[in-house]
DNA sequence: AGATAAATTTAGATGAGTCTAAAAAAATGA
DNA sequence: TCATTTTTTTAGACTCATCTAAATTTATCT
């Protein structure tokens, strides 16, 4: 079997593959594990031995499909515990993450199915993330940032680039949480702040970086 | 914070000092934890140097009340994820106990209260143990070993001793269950062995090996 | 291309938890 | 009681995951 530490770092080489392409760098994994770069590399020499990532000294890394089977599957587990404590205890979503990443470790894949059911199969997270099937198979919507869109443009909030509890309660606290419509009204030439009109016709105007972390189907 | 490993320490002894008093033997606790009585020296050490047991050497340990109330923090994770199992994933009561040992790990003190209260705040758990109330607070029912039990003598099953999945698994298989009611009908004088009658009026005589580890209250 | 900067790896050390083997203390029993 | 057995502790070593500091490789820039 594979460590709790061994399983954080497939989980972080996938996130981070997702964003950044194919391969990974030593570098962009410590920063996601917050460990320095030299135990990285430690653990990528481990990994390598077990097939789990394509390693090539300072060439970067790739999972190998055994290794992405098992991110995908701590990935589904995450994701099925966070519907888990936002649906039946009530959490808000920004108390999730922490949580799920504990329990993203519990082992029985027995238990994660059973969990799948007990939800009824939910096919997106509270952070509109989509939840793998216990195939792994999932498909990613296809969202922009709302940075992404142009003046005049409808779209449903549908998940979130940024996890951390901060971001999350300030969406709440402007107002904006994943189902909303909103239209964007205004780019600022000065600072790319955006404008946009709420479907309970509130208006209201973020800033680039939190337009660049909210994500929208069009 | 304590580790993983101090916690399943202090649960250990907890758990021993219920069975066999007050101070715990070195001897034990490896046993309980599947060490080497060296590894428990060197544990011990530790949890006194973090007050958490009472420890003399060559005397024993047992648990300060600090010691005591995380071990029964601990206990309740256990026996509610016990129930969660059982109530909402519809695990079979032998096929929980590894599971929960898992679970009982997860940090997070609000989320057991949360789960307390999305299972309605249950009293007992599917072995028959009583969990423990968010402020540690619990009652052991006067429970006695059928073992213990004299001719004739009716009582409910309401836990057993024994928690591997073997036993309970026997116990499924001839028939008795937490909730049933037996009347003890005869003890051979040779091996101690003991008659039973259900209340389906179904007969069955067990070892006095499984008689110990039955629980009823009468 | 060559110099400098950045990224990565190696070398050697640390702490947690475990082990085996040997020493020390406590319990047992003739 | 005192010799023997059992229990417990000490001593020293190992693995895992981490670190810092130094060396090496790759990338960048003029």
Redesign the pocket.
Same mark, same amino acid.
């Given at each position: 079997m594979n =460590?709790? /530490?061994?399983e @954080? #770092?497939l989980k972080s080489i996938y996130h981070l593959s997702v964003i950044d392409g194919e391969t990974v =760098?030593? @570098? =962009?994994i $410590?920063a996601a594990?917050?460990? !320095? $770069? $030299? =135990?990285? /590399?430690?653990?990528? !020499? !481990?990994l390598a031995d077990k097939k789990l990532i394509h #390693? $090539? !000294? #300072?060439?970067?890394v790739s999972l190998t499909d055994t290794g992405k089977q098992i991110a995908i599957a701590i990935v589904r587990k995450h994701r099925l515990w966070e519907f888990f404590l936002v649906e039946k205890l009530n959490f808000k979503w920004d108390e999730v993450h922490e949580l799920a990443e504990e329990l993203e470790h519990i082992t029985s894949a027995e238990l994660v199915d059973r969990l799948d059911k007990f939800l009824d199969y939910p096919k997106y997270d509270p952070h509109g993330d989509p939840i793998p099937d216990n195939n792994g198979r999932f498909k990613q919507a296809e969202l922009k940032p709302i940075s992404a869109l142009e003046v005049n443009t409808v779209g449903i909030i549908m998940g979130v680039r940024e996890h951390a509890p901060a971001f999350l309660q300030h969406l709440e606290k402007i107002g904006l949480t994943i189902g909303n419509q909103i239209q964007l009204t205004e780019i600022a030439d000065y600072d790319h702040s955006v404008t946009l009109n709420l479907n309970n016709n509130k208006t209201i105007n973020i800033s680039r970086d939190v337009a660049k972390n909210i994500l929208v189907s069009i």
């Open positions: =460590s709790f /530490t061994e @954080n #770092y =760098s030593t @570098n =962009s $410590a594990t917050h460990t !320095k $770069a $030299a =135990s990285v /590399t430690d653990m990528l !020499k !481990k #390693y $090539a !000294k #300072y060439q970067g």
